[in-house]
């Protein structure tokens, strides 16, 4: 028994001691294993990079395509897509799950002054957005509206509201070659960045070489270019904003002038009564309005 329990212990420190002599064996075999594969790595790396790119790639592509796929399965077509708000107000879903037009919540801050605007109440804004919102506040019964005649405010013209000199008699007299001057200048300005439909680029090189012809062919273009909404063959008050709204806070005159076209008082110019006000003689117009509506309506 004792020579049993004294062989035990011999053994297991022979096992003990055999493990533990194995052990950096172990690890320097480990070592001498990983180095020629690290190396190996390292050799092949750049062609692995390529390799993963490449499928990347190729996923990258087959995620598209089902992208597409699934896209086309299922179109997402945002309500608000095809409705068109007017000025101050946004398109959004309401709980009926309906495109509607609400008020524009907050309009973006503006800190040029260039952006401020007057009002046909004299009022100045901080931006047109912030007149169109008022008026939307007021159109739909919000707290927010300052008063019942805030549902017809609109913008007068850019820029802060200040105090209009009186147009003289000679101002007035001259205003039209003025008036005409610009307009040509204008047309002549799109013309050269071709901004403007073939017949209208032949009136202008008609203008550039035909002096009688020049303020009328640009008369008409301007005439045309105004009468869109509707076109209807006359031009509105509102159809006047873009050259009155801009225009005011520059040219004093602008204002009377325009109110001076309207002969008839129907609050709406014939284009003989504009090429009149120009100050042009001539009545045998060549006048395609159609052309500018199929490239800008
Ligand atoms: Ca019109
Ligand atoms: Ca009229």
């Known amino acids: 028994m004792k020579y049993q329990l004294l062989f035990c212990i011999i053994l297991c420190v022979a096992l003990i001691g055999a493990s533990s002599t194995e052990k950096p064996r172990k690890h320097k075999k480990v070592r001498r294993i990983m180095k020629p594969i690290a190396i190996e790595e390292t050799k092949s790396e750049p062609d692995d990079i390529f390799k993963i790119m490449e499928e990347d ?35 959004e879903i309401n709980e009926e799950n309906e495109p509607a037009c609400v008020c524009i919540v907050e309009c973006p801050e503006e800190t040029d002054p260039r952006r401020k605007v007057c009002s046909n109440f004299n009022e100045t804004w901080p931006s047109d957005c912030a007149v169109y919102q008022q008026r939307c506040f007021c159109d739909l019964g919000d707290s927010r509206c300052k008063g019942e005649n805030y549902k017809h405010t609109h913008v007068e013209y850019y820029g802060s509201c200040r105090e209009m000199p009186d147009c003289t008699k000679e101002e007035m007299i001259d205003f039209p070659r003025r008036m005409r001057d610009w307009l040509f200048n204008v047309m002549r300005d799109l013309a050269d960045r071709k901004e403007l439909p073939n017949h209208f680029i032949k009136m202008e090189l008609e203008a550039e070489n035909n002096q009688t012809r020049r303020w009328t062919n640009a008369a008409i273009w301007k005439w045309c270019d105004l009468d869109g909404h509707p076109a209807d063959r006359s031009v509105s008050r509102h159809e006047l904003f873009p050259i009155r709204a801009p225009l005011m806070s520059l040219e004093h005159c602008i204002a009377p002038f325009l109110d001076s076209c309207d002969v008839d008082d129907d609050h709406r110019i014939a284009l003989e009564e504009w090429t009149k006000c120009l100050g042009i003689e001539e009545d045998d117009f060549d006048v395609k309005c159609e052309e500018l509506e199929v490239r800008y309506r």
């Open 57 to 91: 790639e190729k996923i990258d592509e087959d995620e598209s395509k089902e992208t597409e796929t699934i896209d086309n399965r299922v179109p997402h077509v945002d309500p608000c897509a095809s409705v068109l708000c007017s000025a101050g107000r946004i398109c």
